[in-house]
């Protein structure tokens, strides 16, 4: 079973400062798949950052990064120069190599500040 | 290019009536997905379609909930009969085949009274 926590619920980050969302998985599959979703208050989870198990380095998308440290079985998402439009729930998602439902964690409320 | 499309957005219903959700993938797309968003957690499979056939129905309760993807293309999810618990986000999602991306559509907003 793929299990997914999220233990930061709500987080406030000054407009163009840096925040560090926490997740951490647990699996036993060698092979899986490390997604963050954004879901604004319209409902719509919007994809923004992928990372393979096997993926050598971490994973960059325009402002978001993911710090992948696979022995600790974490994949925290960096958002760097947060912007008003940030302000947003963050899910973090696991996919298995057997199945490819995806597993979410309970999110994190991001309020980015003026 | 579209994204996936649902409908309707909102939909309020009384407890042990019937309710029915439309999605529409992203062209092209195979794999068909979906999700139950219960307020405050994070989304929960459903059921999953490759094509127009049933991959995991597992977490469906199958006495009250069922969907259908005829063509391999459109879908439709239908509650019948709906429990106050019933009352969550409807997520839909579809990917290319079934190792990509999984891209969501809006939701339908469900409220059972």
């Known amino acids: 079973a793929q299990k997914i926590t999220q233990t930061q619920p709500g987080m406030f980050v000054q407009e163009k400062e840096a925040v560090t969302l926490d997740c951490t998985y647990d699996?036993?599959?060698?092979?899986?798949?490390l997604f963050w979703y954004k879901q604004p208050s319209s409902g719509e989870m919007i994809f923004l950052i992928y990372q393979g198990s096997y993926d050598q380095q971490n994973a960059t998308e325009g402002r978001y990064s993911l710090n992948f440290q696979k022995a600790r079985k974490s994949a925290n998402l960096v958002i760097s120069a947060s912007q008003l439009g940030d302000s947003a729930m963050y899910f973090c998602a696991m996919r298995g190599s057997n199945d490819y439902k995806l597993s979410f964690g309970a999110g994190t409320t991001v309020t980015v500040r003026a | 290019e579209a994204g996936v499309a649902q409908s309707p957005r909102y939909k309020i219903i009384e407890k042990r009536q019937s309710v029915a959700f439309w999605c529409n993938p992203i062209s092209g797309h195979a794999t068909l997905y979906w999700y139950q968003q219960i307020l405050g957690q994070g989304p929960k499979l459903l059921i999953q379609?490759?094509?127009?056939?049933?991959?995991?129905d597992s977490q469906l309760p199958k006495d009250r909930f069922s969907a259908e993807r005829l063509k391999g293309v459109d879908s439709t999810l239908k509650i019948q009969p709906a429990k106050l618990e019933d009352s969550a986000v409807y997520l839909c999602a579809s990917s290319l085949k079934g190792a990509d991306t999984q891209y969501f559509g809006p939701g339908t907003r469900l409220t059972v009274l």
């Open positions: 699996t036993s599959d060698p092979s899986y798949g």
């Open positions: 379609f490759q094509n127009n056939g049933v991959v995991d």
